[in-house]
């Protein structure tokens, strides 16, 4: 059964709609529901919904809801991921914010760090487009929870607030670093962050500032990760081992 996001608002008693263009075209077009099909329908904040097409016009799809199933809460899954990354020059964080969407990612937090080659501002101006390839991936993928989008911030302001995580990853390249298995041997905990650097990685002074907050250093391999493979590598290994 093919799973879809729809936000909160569009989820009528028995109806719901599907009104944005590129999500009508993928209904449409890419998955070619008929009506009388059924979908799994979530609405980003744990309530899911068992519908089938009643019609799929070029405007709009409708579907009758046929069943709904028991609501969630964030606190009911065994982890939240938080990937703070040092968001590059280039598209790339998009694919971080897209394949982690996917993966069960809980938030997504835009850096900036000594060796970053953006800045705030121009990361801020960017923020629409994240939030729309966020809630595509979330169309598309059926997540339960649609991942928070947090403002972006400075790498030592993100260090002042992530005492609230239970796990702090920092994968580097050069100070002690351990293996997945290492660092998940005792963890039993729900809340985990992991802080993806920049192209040419954290600087020496901010590694070290970030294990003297609590973060452990994480070891992804031999070969040097460009950002959206490392966060995207980090999102599929907890999932593997703790989902």
């Given at each position: 059964?093919?799973?879809?996001?729809?936000?909160?608002?569009?989820?009528?008693?028995?109806?719901?709609?599907?009104?944005?263009?590129?999500?009508?075209?993928?209904?449409?077009?890419?998955?070619?529901?008929?009506?009388?099909?059924?979908?799994?329908?979530?609405?980003?904040?744990?309530?899911?919904?068992?519908?089938?097409?009643?019609?799929?016009?070029?405007?709009?799809?409708?579907?009758?809801?046929?069943?709904?199933?028991?609501?969630?809460?964030?606190?009911?899954?065994?982890?939240?991921?938080?990937?703070?990354?040092?968001?590059?020059?280039?598209?790339?964080?998009?694919?971080?914010?897209?394949?982690?969407?996917?993966?069960?990612?809980?938030?997504?937090?835009?850096?900036?760090?000594?060796?970053?080659?953006?800045?705030?501002?121009?990361?801020?101006?960017?923020?629409p487009r994240y939030r729309r390839v966020l809630e595509a991936a979330?169309?598309?993928?059926?997540?339960?929870?649609?991942?928070?989008?947090?403002?972006?911030?400075?790498?030592?302001?993100?260090?002042?607030?992530?005492?609230?995580?239970?796990?702090?990853?920092?994968?580097?390249?050069?100070?002690?670093?351990?293996?997945?298995?290492?660092?998940?041997?005792?963890?039993?905990?729900?809340?985990?962050?992991?802080?993806?650097?920049?192209?040419?990685?954290?600087?020496?002074?901010?590694?070290?500032?970030?294990?003297?907050?609590?973060?452990?250093?994480?070891?992804?391999?031999?070969?040097?990760?460009?950002?959206?493979?490392?966060?995207?590598?980090?999102?599929?290994?907890?999932?593997?081992?703790?989902?």
């Open positions: 059964m093919n799973r879809f996001y729809v936000p909160e608002e569009n989820i009528r008693q028995d109806q719901i709609f599907i009104l944005r263009p590129d999500d009508i075209r993928h209904v449409r077009k890419v998955l070619r529901i008929r009506p009388g099909e059924e979908l799994l329908v979530t609405d980003g904040e744990g309530s899911s919904y068992i519908a089938f097409l009643e019609r799929a016009d070029a405007d709009a799809c409708v579907l009758k809801v046929r069943s709904r199933l028991e609501k969630k809460t964030r606190e009911d899954s065994k982890i939240r991921l938080a990937l703070a990354v040092a968001v590059p020059k280039n598209t790339s964080f998009e694919e971080v914010i897209d394949k982690g969407t996917q993966l069960g990612v809980d938030e997504f937090i835009p850096l900036v760090t000594q060796r970053s080659s953006v800045s705030l501002e121009q990361i801020q101006r960017k923020m979330a169309c598309q993928s059926g997540v339960l929870f649609l991942p928070f989008l947090r403002e972006p911030m400075g790498f030592e302001d993100f260090l002042d607030v992530s005492s609230c995580y239970s796990l702090r990853l920092l994968p580097n390249l050069f100070l002690q670093t351990q293996t997945f298995q290492d660092v998940l041997k005792n963890f039993s905990g729900c809340r985990v962050a992991a802080c993806v650097g920049p192209e040419g990685d954290f600087t020496e002074d901010e590694v070290r500032l970030a294990m003297a907050r609590g973060f452990q250093g994480l070891n992804l391999g031999d070969s040097v990760l460009r950002v959206d493979t490392a966060a995207i590598s980090i999102a599929a290994a907890l999932r593997i081992f703790l989902v």
